[in-house]
DNA sequence: AGCACGCCGACT
DNA sequence: GTCGGCGTGCTC
């Protein structure tokens, strides 16, 4: 434990003879805090958000967090001492306490998992097991096995290692189990140590010897070098060249890159001497000059950043609702400017950080060195710099996705949220299962900062908040520049099979302009929501499909790799030669994925240059910009893709937009298709036409009436959304409910139903309507379980989602004394909305 | 997250 | 007969 800071004796402050205890959060999923008692030499040291070192379980040790401070010792148990204090000053304030606190009661997690996802990993230290070798350990009179001894030589050779070490170095499964055994026979011994997981970046810093800063002193050493050491004089000249005349300090190893001088020149130097080294704390965060670019707006962004402002003075959330191609971005950077110019702290949240290349570019140029960006990718690191830097206050920019919500802010003066309406701002998988965009607007409140949505296809809660007054509003229906919208048409594709005039997915309008595109030196995209080759492959003559062993969902053939895979939890398998059901050799293969598309493309017009854009194709490191590149430089005349076109990328080039098959994605099996059909029509038609050229765009369909479509293609955002929330509460959905999920589990269907269907009417007799199913979930097994589940929604001003899980609870218990169904599980979770 | 305890299958 | 699989439960 050496390494951990140990702070010195508080006596004096008059709080000597009291005892108090502390609320402290692990970095686990537990539903509570744990009781440690404070030492009383801290008695006026800790404080609630610092980090500390508690010890937990037989003997690990891990990193806490300080949640309350109290006097009333636990009535049943003796609490353990904290073992030491981490920040001296609390690293999180009352203000991210209480966003912890709303994001595990508000999504039903525990706060354990909200510290989990806001602390940088390397925040979060451990102990971890060193073993040693036992100094008078009598290894050759011993009986070992093989592996033990393979344990023991490897100890031999490093000393100490921890047991992870000692699992990579013998290649050895049951280490802990040798490792226990070799601790009884008494050859071993083994402590907890502590890791530093944060390691600052040193540089090495050099600058001239004091003694030869005067002129006569300098020539004399040039003259003595001179002679035998003509490396070094060049060495000395170049640094004095990049020091300036006040010899500075300099960056030892840009001075030898730059001027391409041996690392040896310059220790030489070091060592007579003549130049001075020290390692300096450098930070690992691109530093970048500022190109102090003038921001210029237009007057139409003048006066909506003028309204967004005036809007700000009653509304803390103003949705900035412009379609494509209407300059929402260079508002965001006005409204940024300014909030920093007050010295504040801006957010600024994007869906997924990796199409944001552009953006944080052009974030660059206008506020240099003030913007930083937090990613999955970043190293530990690098995280923990930026975590710093933002708890340190300073007035800055960042650029992250919905886990930057939980940055240390002190300054928080905005918040923008782009592309609100995206469904990656929800954390659905690891608990906090958080809506970020929700989570931010709280920690907007929290702070009093002014938050900004903004959508080209805003989301249904959204713009019902806003229509209904409790956000601002500030529209921008035209375009930027007066460039045209595209004008889009559905091709009926019943009728259009009725009369010969489709060739495979194709129809001869969308076909032969598609052509006339390309003669054009224009580009066209093709969007076909579905990946690899076919989407199905059924037997003719019995039904039985392909599916997955694990989920219970079709599995896609990929014709590249001539296998199926579950685009789910990816199992992947070689394809059937015959029926396993029956035996028929007639498999069939239904649907297009995007890789059939291209090949029928590429038969159908063998001229045109065709590329697919996809999870496939963009695979590798570069694979995805070099594809974009390519297309943007015009060596392609067509782009097939999936909905990852429709994703931030701006192709000036591109006058034709082709939906093969609107209809898959109105069938999707989620209560949010329509929805999701509205703003993904809305976001990849929107891609075609730029500047005053007029685009267009043809969706094909076997529904050209549906209204879904119908307001596509009148750009009707308004009605659209009229509708849908009318479907939607006779449905019992409304827009912005969150969902207790309520999953039974069992090895047999059967008896799942009946206990699901039981329950479900039991606790519709308590809550009501709120209780929805039991559900055909889309995803219907897992592993050898089959799931049901049931949903109760969660309403804005009814109870609390304790409550209702307590009442769920309850329900629950006399229910299985009741049924006596003993193997059904129950798992609860949240649909954060 | 660890780690202990406890109960069933394939092995020296 | 035992090792070792993971299901369950506890940690202040």
Same mark, same amino acid.
């Given at each position: ?49 610092? @980090? ?115 699992? !990579? ?109 020290? !390692?300096? @704390? ?99 690191? !690098? ?9 340190? $206050? ?41 809506? $970020? ?19 080209? %296809? ?37 009728? +259009? ?13 969308? +076909? ?41 969902? %079709? ?9 199926? @895979? ?62 974009? #590149?390519?297309?943007?430089?015009? @060596?392609?005349?067509? +782009?097939?893709? %999936? ?11 591109? #006058? ?26 809305? #976001? ?41 929330? $009318? ?23 059967? #008896?799942?139903? !009946? ?65 006596? %169904? ?12």
């Amino acid at each position: 434990m050496a390494m951990l800071e140990l702070w010195e004796d508080d006596t004096g402050s008059g709080l000597e003879d009291r005892t108090f205890f502390a609320e402290i959060i692990l970095p686990f999923s537990l539903p509570k805090t744990f009781t440690y008692r404070v030492p009383v030499k801290w008695n006026s040291l800790l404080e609630k958000g610092q @980090r500390v070192i508690v010890p937990f379980g037989k003997k690990k040790f891990y990193t806490g967090l300080v949640y309350e401070v109290h006097e009333s010792p636990p009535p049943d148990y003796e609490a353990k001492y904290i073992h030491s204090i981490l920040d001296e000053i609390p690293l999180l304030d009352k203000n991210h306490l209480k966003l912890w606190t709303w994001v595990a009661a508000y999504y039903m997690a525990n706060l354990g998992d909200v510290m989990t996802a806001a602390l940088p990993a390397a925040l979060k230290l451990a102990s971890e097991t060193q073993v040693m070798l036992h100094p008078e350990a009598a290894t050759d009179n011993q009986e070992l096995s093989g592996q033990e001894k393979k344990i023991i030589a490897a100890l031999a050779g490093a000393g100490q290692l921890s047991i992870r070490e000692v699992q !990579e170095i013998s290649g050895l499964k049951n280490v802990f189990s040798l490792i226990k055994a070799l601790y009884y026979k008494q050859l071993i011994y083994t402590s907890e140590e502590i890791a530093q997981r944060y390691k600052p970046l040193m540089k090495a810093f050099v600058k001239l010897h004091p003694d030869f800063q005067e002129p006569e002193q300098l020539n004399d050493l040039f003259k003595s070098l001179e002679k035998k050491a003509v490396k070094q004089s060049d060495a000395l000249l170049k640094y004095i060249s990049s020091a300036g005349n006040t010899y500075e300090w300099v960056d030892k190893l840009l001075l030898q890159k730059e001027n391409n001088i041996s690392a040896a020149a310059i220790n030489a130097l070091i060592n007579k001497n003549i130049l001075v080294s020290e !390692e300096r @704390r450098t930070d690992r965060l691109d530093q970048y000059a500022n190109d102090a670019e003038e921001l210029k707006l237009h007057p139409f962004q003048q006066e909506a950043a003028g309204k967004i402002r005036s809007l700000w003075k009653e509304k803390e959330v103003v949705l900035l609702y412009g379609i494509t191609g209407s300059g929402k971005s260079f508002i965001y950077f006005e409204l940024i400017k300014e909030a920093l110019e007050k010295g504040g702290q801006v957010l600024y949240l994007l869906p997924e950080i990796a199409l944001t290349v552009q953006l944080v570019g052009k974030l660059r140029k206008l506020f240099g060195k003030k913007v930083y960006i937090t990613h999955s990718r970043f190293s530990d690191n !690098e995280r923990v710099e930026v975590y710093q830097k933002i708890a340190s $206050g300073e007035s800055c920019v960042v650029i992250g996705a919905r886990s930057a919500v939980f940055l240390p802010f002190r300054q928080l003066e905005l918040i923008v949220i782009d592309e609100e309406h995206d469904a990656s701002f929800k954390q659905q998988d690891p608990s906090p299962r958080y809506q $970020g965009r929700d989570t931010a607007i709280l920690l907007g409140n929290i702070f009093r900062a002014k938050i900004l949505l903004g959508s080209a %296809t805003p989301s249904i809660e959204s713009y019902y908040n806003a229509k209904s007054g409790k956000y601002g509003l500030v529209e921008l229906p035209e375009r930027f520049d007066g460039a045209l919208l595209p004008e889009i048409t559905l091709l009926d594709l019943g009728d +259009l099979g009725k009369k010969k005039r489709m060739t495979g997915s194709f129809s001869s309008p969308l +076909l032969e302009e598609i052509e006339k595109t390309a003669k054009n030196g224009k580009q066209s995209i093709v969007f076909q929501n579905r990946k690899g080759y076919v989407p199905i492959i059924t037997c003719k003559s019995c039904g039985w499909s392909a599916k997955c062993v694990s989920c219970d969902i %079709t599995l896609t053939y990929y014709k590249a790799q001539d296998h199926l @895979r579950c685009n789910y939890c990816g199992y992947s398998q070689k394809p059937e030669k015959s029926c396993p059901a029956c035996g028929s050799h007639h498999l069939e293969m239904n649907g297009f994925g995007t890789e059939r598309i291209e090949e029928e493309l590429e038969l159908m017009l063998p001229s045109l240059r065709i590329g697919r854009f996809d999870q496939q194709s963009t695979r590798g490191k570069n694979a995805h910009l070099r594809l974009v #590149q390519d297309f943007e430089d015009h @060596r392609l005349d067509v +782009l097939v893709g %999936t909905q990852m076109l429709s994703k931030g990328l701006d192709f000036k080039n591109v #006058q034709l937009v082709g939906v093969i098959n609107a209809d898959q994605l109105l069938n999707f099996p989620d209560f949010r298709s329509y929805e999701r059909t509205f703003q993904l029509l809305t #976001q990849v038609t929107g891609r075609s036409g730029r500047r005053k050229e007029k685009g267009t765009a043809f969706i094909q369909t076997y529904k050209p009436l549906h209204p879904v479509l119908q307001h596509v293609v009148n750009y009707n955002y308004s009605k659209f959304y009229e509708e849908e929330l $009318g479907d939607r509460e006779r449905y019992h959905y409304p827009p912005y409910s969150r969902l207790i999920e309520i999953t039974f589990r069992c090895k047999e269907p059967e #008896q799942l139903e !009946e206990h699901a269907l039981l329950f479900a009417r039991s606790l519709k007799q308590s809550l009501g309507e709120r209780v929805l199913g039991p559900q055909t979930p889309y995803i219907s097994r897992l592993k050898n379980y089959y799931l049901r589940r049931i949903l109760v929604k969660l309403e804005k001003n009814g109870p609390s989602p304790a409550k209702v899980k307590q009442s769920i609870l309850v329900n629950l218990e006399t229910f299985h004394k009741d049924s006596r %169904t003993k193997n059904v599980f129950v798992s609860f979770d949240v649909d954060p909305g």
